[in-house]
């Protein structure tokens, strides 16, 4: 998975072979930045920055939602390995996973003017080894821990398993109609007998009884006469 950030480093001429007469004590990744101790001598070391731009919430929320719709993919990182096919995860959004030539800034303590001088020659073949040995280093550089980035799969899958089902597709109004005022007990829509002509039954006996009332009969019973005319039911 890092052959090609292998090759970005030729550019700087720097390759796997190279032995630079120095040595990096301590190496640090962490989000946008390369820190490393470089000693020289015993009592002589110098310490070299490689910056590199981190992705912004847009291209995370890209990339883990992209990476949970493959269950192999999914399972890899939950497994803790990254698949070497990741990168393409990240092209997708047009950014490089691997930091490219024009990204990196680099910068060294000491005195030389040469970029990249032989302390940030070690801190680059230093860099490149971590990524072998921890691939998920890369994606701290970029602004994801380990720990935060498979929080964020793990989620993700456990709510894409867990999400219920799409509901039924609601009827339109007008396949109901001749439905709508079926007769049967509360909750059977699937009996939709009317009311046989001169039942007394009607709407009003299917509603809950109104509180009001007047001179102490309720206004249910009073409405009643006037929907049995209405209905034609007198």
Same mark, same amino acid.
């Given at each position: 998975?890092?052959e090609?950030?292998?090759?970005?480093?030729?550019?700087?001429?720097?390759?796997?072979? /190279?032995?630079?007469p120095?040595?990096?004590?301590? =190496?640090?990744?962490?989000?946008?930045?390369?820190?490393?101790?470089?000693?020289?001598?015993?009592?002589?070391?110098?310490?070299?920055?490689?910056?590199?731009?981190?992705?912004? #919430?847009?291209?995370?929320t890209?990339?883990?939602?992209?990476?949970?719709?493959?269950?192999?993919?999914?399972? $890899?990182?939950?497994?803790?390995?990254?698949?070497?096919?990741?990168?393409?995860?990240? $092209?997708?959004?047009?950014?490089?996973l691997?930091?490219?030539?024009?990204?990196?800034? /680099?910068?060294?303590?000491?005195p030389?003017?040469?970029?990249p001088?032989?302390?940030?020659?070690?801190? =680059?073949? $230093?860099?490149?080894?971590?990524?072998?040995?921890?691939?998920?280093?890369?994606?701290?550089?970029?602004?994801?821990?380990?720990?935060?980035?498979?929080?964020?799969?793990?989620? /993700?899958?456990?709510?894409?398993?867990?999400?219920?089902?799409?509901? $039924?597709?609601?009827?339109?109004?007008?396949?109901v109609?001749?439905?709508?005022?079926?007769?049967?007990?509360?909750?059977?829509?699937?009996?939709?007998?009317?009311?046989?002509?001169?039942?007394?039954?009607?709407?009003l006996?299917?509603?809950?009884? =109104?509180?009001?009332?007047?001179?102490g009969?309720?206004?249910?019973?009073?409405? #009643?006469p /006037?929907?049995?005319?209405?209905t034609?039911?007198?």
């Amino acid at each position: 998975m890092t052959e090609r950030f292998r090759h970005t480093l030729q550019e700087f001429g720097v390759h796997k072979g /190279l032995v630079p007469p120095c040595r990096v004590d301590t =190496l640090t990744i962490g989000p946008g930045a390369v820190v490393a101790q470089v000693r020289v001598t015993r009592q002589r070391f110098y310490e070299v920055r490689i910056g590199v731009p981190t992705f912004g #919430k847009q291209v995370w929320t890209a990339v883990t939602g992209a990476t949970v719709e493959e269950e192999s993919t999914t399972a $890899a990182m939950l497994d803790g390995q990254v698949p070497d096919d990741i990168e393409r995860f990240f $092209a997708a959004e047009d950014v490089p996973l691997f930091p490219e030539p024009r990204e990196m800034s /680099l910068d060294c303590t000491c005195p030389g003017t040469r970029v990249p001088c032989d302390h940030l020659v070690a801190g =680059l073949i $230093a860099m490149a080894d971590e990524f072998e040995a921890e691939p998920f280093a890369i994606f701290a550089l970029r602004g994801r821990d380990q720990t935060a980035l498979l929080d964020e799969i793990g989620r /993700l899958a456990g709510a894409r398993v867990t999400a219920p089902p799409a509901e $039924a597709e609601t009827p339109g109004l007008d396949e109901v109609m001749d439905d709508f005022f079926g007769w049967g007990p509360a909750g059977d829509v699937t009996n939709t007998r009317r009311p046989p002509a001169g039942d007394t039954r009607g709407l009003l006996d299917e509603v809950p009884r =109104l509180s009001a009332t007047v001179d102490g009969t309720s206004v249910t019973e009073l409405l #009643k006469p /006037l929907y049995r005319v209405f209905t034609g039911q007198e």
